[in-house]
């Protein structure tokens, strides 16, 4: 079964609206999560690294006030994306290693984004 | 800044036929990981190379690693339509800090 779990899978939201995605693990904790988005037949690409109990570092090119990292608890990350636009269109997809896993690192279901 | 290339990126096959699919990557690392993607789809984890000559084997699948020559290959032995599914190659942007850097992908289609 899963063992990094997001929610929703797919959300539509209107163009200005901010909304929200979870990414929990699974019976382990997450120090350190990290978010990835995907646009359609494209590769994933390192949003930022989500770190539990302080700020979330942000990869080069990737807005900080518009991807809003929240990892409050060592189980769960939310990325909000703030005031959305139609290119924020996008597959949103989290991960994290389980510390005993032999070094895999698992991802989460995905969360399809679509701004209308 | 590190680079992962992967070749080819289509590939169609025919059932009960072998291929290879290559990554290259730029600069030095140590862990190097392939994922599977059906269309829609989240990762699915495939296999971690650790050190340099690990091999693993997976039913039809077998990845090995070479650090020296910075290249990492994916083996399908005699496909079948299930291996249909786009697969990336993954390489650690700095050694154990688990950021990812991905190949393109490399788009399987097996025709019966």
């Known amino acids: 079964g899963a063992v990094v779990s997001q929610h929703p899978s797919r959300v539509i939201c209107k163009s200005g609206t901010s909304v929200k995605i979870e990414c929990r693990s699974l019976?382990?904790?997450?120090?350190?999560m990290f978010w990835y988005r995907q646009f359609p037949k494209q590769s994933l690409m390192l949003m930022a690294t989500?770190?539990?109990?302080?700020?979330?570092?942000?990869e080069q090119g990737v807005e900080k006030d518009k991807f809003l990292i929240n990892h409050a608890s060592l189980t769960l990350s939310t990325l909000t994306v703030t005031s959305a636009h139609p290119e924020d269109s996008s597959f949103y997809i989290c991960?994290?290693?389980?510390?005993?896993?032999?070094?895999?690192?698992?991802f989460g279901e995905g969360s399809w984004l679509t701004v209308v | 800044e590190l680079k992962v290339e992967q070749n080819p990126l289509f590939l169609s096959m025919q059932e009960g036929k072998n291929y290879t699919i290559y990554c290259n990557y730029s600069?030095?690392?140590?862990?190097l990981y392939w994922y599977r993607q059906d269309p829609g789809k989240s990762l699915e984890s495939l296999f971690v190379?650790?050190?340099?000559?690990a091999v693993k084997q997976e039913g039809r699948l077998m990845a090995s690693l070479d650090t020296k020559a910075r290249l990492s290959t994916l083996h399908i032995t005699a496909a079948v339509h299930d291996l249909s599914a786009t697969y990336f190659c993954?390489?650690?942007?700095?050694?154990?800090?688990?950021?990812?850097?991905f190949g393109k992908g490399t788009k399987l289609t097996v025709n019966p």
């Open positions: 991960s994290a290693r389980v510390q005993d896993s032999g070094n895999t690192i698992y």
């Open positions: 019976d382990f904790q997450a120090t350190t």
């Open positions: 989500s770190n539990e109990g302080s700020k979330a570092t942000y």
């Open positions: 600069t030095t690392s140590d862990r």
């Open positions: 190379l650790l050190s340099n000559g």
């Open positions: 993954a390489v650690d942007k700095q050694g154990g800090s688990e950021k990812l850097v």
